[in-house]
């Protein structure tokens, strides 16, 4: 018997850049165990030129990849979600959408790389540090035993997710 694959939606205001990273991020190295999805209460309308670079870089497929609305998510025939990871500060104080199936919910904040300023190459920088800083968190949350940890475990478990930061050893 398979195991049923886990829906993980990391939202955002804009969905077009942190968003983006950690679900190309969760679908790659969580592929088989996890489905990931992102979206924005106000989505811009595309995704940010550097994030797809940067997803790409990386090998990551990003044909699939544009802003949507949190609103897709909410609806009768959008997938149920498992989990929901706010990734940006604004998001986690708005009113969001009721989602059914009560899904374990964290947040998982950081600044958003696409107001990074400066020449390119810092703006860039600025990817390269908000994907690394959820590649390091993803994989922590991977390495959760879900099958052995009670709800409450696992709910504090991807609070302490959202603070973690990649060490000197991960660059």
């Not at 949190?70 to 708005?94: H, K, L």
Request: aromatic share 10%.
């Amino acid at each position: 018997m398979t195991e049923q694959v886990k829906n993980v939606l990391f939202l955002c205001t804009g969905n077009s850049a942190r968003s983006i990273l950690a679900e190309g991020i969760l679908n790659k190295r969580g592929a088989g165990a996890f489905r990931a999805y992102s979206a924005g209460s106000f989505p811009k309308g595309q995704v940010h030129p550097l994030a797809l670079q940067l997803l790409k870089e990386q090998g990551l497929p990003t044909d699939d990849m544009r802003s949507k609305s949190w609103d897709e998510f909410a609806g009768p025939n959008a997938p149920r979600m498992d989990y929901i990871f706010t990734v940006c500060d604004q998001a986690a104080g708005e009113v969001c959408p009721i989602w059914p199936g009560h899904p374990i919910t964290a947040h998982w904040g950081l600044p958003d790389p696409a107001a990074a300023e400066g020449n390119a190459a810092e703006r860039a920088l600025a990817f390269r540090e908000a994907y690394r800083i959820f590649d390091t968190r993803i994989q922590y949350f991977l390495t959760f035993q879900f099958k052995k940890l009670g709800r409450a475990d696992i709910e504090r478990m991807v609070r302490e997710a959202g603070v973690l930061q990649p060490t000197t050893e991960n660059a």
